[in-house]
């Protein structure tokens, strides 16, 4: 197999990348970037949707999703190059946590047409509301209610860590529809505004909040939330495929989002940037570039990056073919990760007590980054699925292994 790219495929990258520069400022990419402190409307800013609409007209968004629905009917290799590029630049044009692929895999026609344009297009964004405070990552544990009442449900409970849910349009959220039900059936999932009366969103600022992280850095949200439900009346059309089948279109939802460079460059980022930082830093003389141990640990680090690649064009390849994609993105999610600790936990050992500097500090290496990424780095190990759990989904999906509850303990007559 050839891992090389193309020449139409290099001259592709090399004109996003000459777009990148023509387009894409500072002030841009801060204003773009979730992660960033600029106060923003729900959905985008000016400046981001005129760069998006540039974008948009250069068919380089949506690009594997099919025309009928707004998309350029492309390759998954040639949205990976284009994705990668604006993701680098700070610029994300990733339909991955849209919600997108589950709508597509499991909503109506009407869904379909109404949502996928106008996420394309960067018109609707939605958060998450899977997470609740009593269930952790034992996300089939939810409490949040959706009881049916004539055409409509009504939604209360609360979820938390409901990131960007003040600023996205809809919320892709999960709820209970049959409490008597075995707990991971009974659930069912819902798409509706985030001005739907009844609906009230509070902050919760992380650790990155004071100072804000650096763009570049990996899980550097200044916020995320907590989103209580109260009374909250939707109509029927709001369900995304069938009642209390929720976990199976949230499951694969999830799986579909973990293919692509955007989740690929979470984990191997760190990597580049300390690659770059001691191939052009000398301090009186010494250079971190001449040190055999940094050298050895380096070249450790990037052989386990190009590991993280290869997983992710092999689940690029499963889907393009149209293949099944049942454990691969959940082994993508414990390998990546867990290399992202690493790699941060090797540049503390690199950096000694420089690692400590955030961006405020007048001393911080490149601008704090490599700072705030140890704040954020463990935070990947539990985002979108615990590695333990993900553990678990290779062992039944992909090894075919028996589950892990223990039977029943029979009483002796």
Known sequence: MDFAYSAEQEALRREVRQFIKENVTPELADEANPESDVERPRGQGPMAAALYKKIYDRGWLGITYPKEYGGQGGDRLTQYIVEEEFTRAGINITLGGSGAPAIMAAGTEEQKQ??????????????????????????????????????????????????AAHMSTHIYLMARTDRNAPKH?????????????????????????????????????????????????????????????????????????????????????????????????????????????????????????????????????????????????????????????RVTEAIT???????????????????????????GSFQSGINHGSVQVMRDQVARRGLELPSSRRPKKVEAK
């Open 114 to 163: 109404y949502y996928i344009p106008r996420l394309i297009k960067r018109e609707v964004s939605f958060c998450l509301g899977f997470t609740e405070p009593h269930a952790g990552a034992d996300l089939a544990n939810l409490r949040c209610s959706a009881v049916r009442d004539g055409d409509d449900y009504v939604i209360n409970g609360q979820k938390m860590y409901t990131s």
């Open 349 to 375: 050992q690199m950096l000694g007590p420089y690692t400590t500097l955030l961006r405020t500090s007048a001393h911080a290496i490149e601008d704090g980054v490599f700072a705030h990424n140890v704040m």
């Open 185 to 341: 059936e009974g659930i069912s999932i819902f798409l509706f505004p985030m001005d739907t009366p009844g609906i009230t969103v509070r902050p919760l600022w992380t650790i990155q909040n004071n100072p804000t992280a650096p763009v570049g850095t990996t899980y550097g949200n200044s916020r995320t939330n907590e989103t209580f439900f109260d009374d909250v009346r939707i109509h029927k059309s709001c369900l995304l495929g069938e009642e209390n089948k929720g976990w199976r279109v949230g499951s694969m939802g999830l799986n579909l989002d973990r293919v692509g460079a955007s989740r690929y460059l979470i984990s191997v980022r760190r990597d580049e940037d300390i690659v770059n930082w001691v191939k052009n830093n000398r301090f009186d003389g010494y250079s971190p570039a001449e040190n055999p141990a940094i050298r050895d640990k380096i070249a450790e680090m990037w052989i386990e990056a190009q590991v993280c690649r290869l997983m992710t064009m092999r689940s690029m390849s499963i889907v393009e073919r149209g293949g099944k994609f049942t454990y691969e993105g959940s082994a993508e999610k414990v390998w990546a990760p867990e290399h992202g600790v």
